[in-house]
């Protein structure tokens, strides 16, 4: 079967100078150096401020380097992101664990806590993935439907059939949502505030495996008390309220109505 030529290929190359992703070897290596760089420089500075002659330059590229390899700042952007999740999703599976949950929902919580810990804790990770998503969770950019869909969703919709086969609960429920955030920031604090809590608990040294044991034995506890049909519908309704207040911060607010006693 024949490859089709790629745009990037010299038609001088031989099949010897074609990377895997049908591009030069040397277009390859020059792709790669510009997702590099760029990470770096999005880390740092942002979407907005990045500037394409500062990569270039950390890249060892011609300025018009961003132009030919794809085609505009906002998609060499996208392919940034999407290139932090392919490392994720490669190294630490997540996907499936939703099925493992239908017959073994317990051990399917477990493996999904202590792969979210190894995606977040990952040392061999290069340290602008992380600082990237932290500043695209805090300032979004155009791009910010690509870790809606394409990096949080897919994590947000496993845990989610987790926690419903383990509550019983619908998994598009908010108390299931309420669930499945209450999960994720007990792993995500891990990173976000790694400084803050090693300088306050000097003495808690625990390796991934055992925190990933202490996050879901305190997770289940918590799914199998359940909560009364009560705390859930004011839970819910809070969660609406917050939601509207922030939208409208005039908003005065809301007055829980007195409980009458019987």
Known sequence: ??????????????????SPEGFSKTAAATRRRLLKAAGAVFAERGYRAGAVREICSRAGANVSAVAYHFGSKAALYEAVLRSTQEYAAERYPIAG?????????EAALQRFVLTFLRRLLDRGRP??????????????????SIVVDEVAGPIFSELSAIVAQITGQPVDC???????????????????????LAAMTPDANLNVDALARHITAFSLAGLRSGLPGEVAADASADLVAGDTDTQNNSAPPRKRAARRTM
Do not use: Y
Request: charged share 20%.
């Open 174 to 196: 908010s108390h299931t949502r309420l669930c499945v955030a209450g999960i994720m920031g007990q792993c995500t604090v891990h990173r976000n505030a790694r400084a803050l």
């Open 127 to 144: 340290a602008w993935h992380g600082h990237l998503m932290t500043r695209e969770l805090a300032d979004p950019s155009p791009a910010f």
């Open 97 to 105: 664990l939703a099925a493992q949950a239908k017959t073994d929902p």
């Open 1 to 18: 079967m024949l490859r089709r030529r790629s745009p990037h290929l010299s038609r001088t190359a031989s099949a010897a100078e074609i």
